[in-house]
């Protein structure tokens, strides 16, 4: 598929987006590269940013030639792993034992709630993530348990790299192929997104279900 020339005139590619689309191109086209490095990075920060919506947009920005593809699956990886290296530096100053008294003060979840987690990722983090980074609401938030339990940050880095490189170069490459049309990738992307937050309040319902049995048998 071939792709219209770069822009002559600045905001051209803002054209007809508004809101957080508008405003994440516009960054891309003034800073290039490292503009979205910022956006992506962004996503980790403040989830609400999704990445299923900036890294399409990168990829349509590459393809009206703000910068090349290769600068943008790699600017944005680079701006993933450094948002993900903050979260977990969070976490790891938060620490096991302040997580873990959080954790134990709320409703209807106990401390060893949290010791079968802290095991669990302890035995799988590496896995956790890999495939963390690959899946819609989890990608944003895996990076806080593996700096609470202290994965080694070489081992940390590898991972989420890994799993972020093979997650923004599908997105941002399906934004490069369908140009203007990127839109399709964000509604196609939100569909697992729903499934996501779906299974997440499936779990949720039957944990607060068998923990209210388990009291009421008391």
């Known amino acids: 598929m071939t792709h219209p020339a770069a822009?002559?005139?600045?905001?051209?590619?803002t054209e007809g987006l508004t809101g957080v689309a508008g405003w994440a191109v516009g960054l891309m086209e003034s800073l290039g590269g490292p503009g979205a490095a910022l956006v992506?990075?962004?996503?980790?920060?403040?989830?609400?940013?999704?990445?299923?919506l900036v890294l399409p947009?990168?990829?349509?920005?590459?393809?009206?030639?703000?910068?090349?593809?290769?600068?943008?699956?790699?600017?944005t990886t680079l701006g993933s792993v450094a948002g993900a290296v903050v979260v977990y530096l969070l976490g790891r100053r938060l620490g096991h034992e302040r997580t873990r008294r959080l954790v134990s003060r709320l409703p209807l979840v106990r401390a060893a709630d949290f010791d079968r987690t802290a095991a669990w990722f302890a035995r799988?983090?590496?896995?956790?993530?890999?495939?963390?980074?690959?899946?819609?609401v989890f990608r944003s938030f895996?990076?806080?348990?593996?700096?609470?339990?202290?994965?080694?940050?070489?081992?940390?880095?590898?991972?989420?790299t890994a799993g972020s490189l093979i997650w923004n170069t599908g997105l941002v490459g399906a934004g490069y192929l369908l140009g203007g049309h990127w839109p399709r990738v964000e509604r196609y992307a939100a569909f697992f997104q729903y499934a996501v937050f779906a299974g997440i309040a499936v779990a949720a319902a039957v944990f607060v279900v068998r923990r209210v049995r388990a009291r009421r048998r008391v």
């Open 142 to 160: 895996v990076s806080v348990p593996a700096g609470v339990e202290r994965m080694p940050f070489g081992r940390f880095l590898l991972f989420t």
């Open 124 to 136: 799988h983090g590496g896995k956790a993530v890999f495939l963390g980074r690959l899946v819609p």
């Open 40 to 52: 992506v990075g962004l996503d980790n920060l403040f989830p609400p940013l999704p990445s299923e």
């Open 7 to 13: 822009p002559s005139a600045s905001g051209e590619l």
């Open 57 to 75: 947009l990168a990829g349509f920005a590459a393809g009206r030639g703000v910068f090349g593809f290769g600068a943008a699956v790699f600017w």
